[in-house]
């Protein structure tokens, strides 16, 4: 429960969606793909270290605070990575595999909400 609760708070990517941006976007592109690849593996970087962080006793504001770094580096590469790609805002979701031929959805609306918050730390 405790992990929902921060992958909800942290990360808007997984479970919010956009109303006014009903359509999806099957990645092919290589270099589009590689791009979604590198803000995805940042994601899951930043988020299992978040949630290890909070797992071990401490409060989610001060996880966010011991992982300032990897997060402005989240936040600056979603942002480089949609001026790139401005053509993925008018879409609710980006779907793509990685190279194991897993599928990845991102949603390109909730990386720009989370992409423009800070972590307020002392």
């Known amino acids: ?11 808007l990517v997984v479970i919010n969606t956009s109303i006014a941006n009903t359509k999806e976007l099957n990645l092919n592109n290589s270099h589009e793909i590689d791009a979604a690849l590198k803000i995805h593996t940042s994601l899951m970087k930043v988020g299992k270290s978040v949630s290890s962080c909070y797992d071990s ?21 979603v942002n480089t990575t949609l001026k790139k790609y401005p053509r993925w805002l008018k879409y609710k979701s980006l779907n793509f595999k990685k190279p194991d031929g897993t599928g990845v959805i991102i949603r390109p609306i909730a990386l720009k909400k989370q992409a423009s918050m800070e972590a307020k730390c002392e």
């Open 57 to 77: 006793g401490n409060k989610h504001s001060a996880c966010l605070c011991e992982n300032k770094k990897e997060i402005t580096i989240f936040n600056k590469l």
């Open 1 to 11: 429960m405790n992990k929902l609760i921060i992958s909800t708070a942290l990360f």
